[in-house]
């Protein structure tokens, strides 16, 4: 099988437009204030609808909010003229070089057979139209920490739906993209993806932690499948100024949970591991130098249990990111039970 990474030599020198994205609220994005080609519109939002197109821009609604004022929109824009379609019950919109796909799962007992399938239609869109270079999933999972109907909890659920998936269409560990998992307010399950076409990338694991792939059978019966960061290079040639894609980032050593209960120490201990992730000393490994440092995170989205916790969480932040980042904070619950927080971010 051709590798579904491999390097194109003859690309090997040419420079790709990266996708952006912007938050903004949800009448400016749906008013069209956004500039560019617009790959889709994420609303986080008070309830779960689409994935549809909407004035030809692919748009999904997710139960992210508990009122109208916390609600914001997160658009993707791209160097291109944008072209959207249906295909499987998944909703996409591709430019040539990248490829954003959206879809559901309607809420139910069991998750496992309807992850394997609305992720098989999700995966075979990419294949079919090219773009095989996955580099970014997030999945919003309603009653994340509930027990499904077979006493499994459907985070577990939802990841052995994932994991069959990704065997289906060979995906080795390596190659798995970063993601975020995170808890939401309703709809059952919904998620967006993005696929570049001749993009380099490289999935980037954190040596202070046990990459989720590996986890021991205690966090279920198939392992969490996703990489702690996706690097997006500009060029084939170039590991100094590319993209890091930093998945939902917690208060986890090893495949531990570290400080439950103590909302200061997970806060800490989660920038911590996203300060070493996104650092030279950790990405030697990928022959990637370029000096991060949290001040290079943007697009910053927390993800917070308890909305208790939000002011110390949000001081916490604030002192150790840039004064200029765009960072919203999510009252939902987290993947694992013992989790109060969770963080995800871009260096673009
Ligand atoms: C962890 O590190 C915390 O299941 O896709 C973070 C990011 C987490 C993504 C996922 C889960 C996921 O294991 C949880």
Redesign the pocket.
């Known amino acids: 099988p051709t590798p579904r990474r491999g390097i194109d030599m003859t690309q090997e020198q040419q420079t790709v437009d990266l996708p952006r994205s912007v938050f903004t609220g949800l009448a400016e994005a749906r008013g069209g204030a956004v500039t560019g080609n617009v790959l889709g519109v994420i609303n986080y939002t008070t309830e779960c609808t689409g994935p549809r197109v909407e004035n030809g821009r692919l748009t999904l609604d997710l139960h992210m909010a508990a009122d109208a004022g916390e609600a914001f929109a997160e658009v993707w824009t791209t160097g291109r003229e944008v072209v959207t379609g249906e295909h499987h019950g998944v909703v996409y919109a591709h430019d040539g070089e990248y490829l954003l796909v959206a879809g559901r799962i309607a809420p139910a007992g069991r998750y496992t057979e309807d992850t394997r399938a609305a992720y098989v239609a999700a995966l075979d869109l990419m294949d079919t139209l090219g773009y095989k270079n996955c580099f970014r999933?997030w999945?919003f999972i309603n009653d994340i920490n509930a027990d499904n109907a077979d006493g499994l909890e459907v985070?577990r659920d939802f990841?052995k739906g994932r994991a069959e998936a990704f065997e289906l269409f060979h995906f080795g560990d390596s190659e798995v993209p970063s993601?975020?998992?995170?808890g939401s307010l309703g709809g059952g399950i919904a998620f967006y993806f993005l696929a570049s076409r001749s993009a380099a990338l490289t999935s980037v694991e954190n040596s202070k932690?046990m990459a989720?792939y590996h986890?021991p059978r205690q966090y279920g019966p198939r392992p969490?499948k996703?990489a702690r960061a996706t690097y997006l290079a500009t060029t084939h040639t170039d590991r100094r100024s590319g993209q890091i894609y930093v998945?939902?980032?917690?208060s986890?050593r090893g495949h531990e949970t570290l400080h439950a209960g103590d909302i200061e120490a997970q806060v800490k201990l989660s920038l911590d591991n996203i300060e070493h992730l996104i650092s030279d000393e950790n990405l030697a490994a990928y022959e990637i130098t370029q000096g991060n440092s949290l001040h290079n995170l943007d697009n910053i989205k927390v993800y917070v249990r308890h909305r208790s916790d939000i002011p110390a969480v949000r001081r916490m932040c604030e002192e150790r990111f840039s004064p200029n980042a765009h960072i919203q904070y999510l009252n939902v619950d987290?993947?694992?039970a013992d989790?109060l927080v969770?963080i995800?971010g871009i260096v673009a």
């Open positions: 999933m999945n985070y990841c993601a975020t998992g995170i932690q989720a986890y969490p996703f998945a939902g980032t917690a986890i987290v993947c694992r989790l969770e995800e």
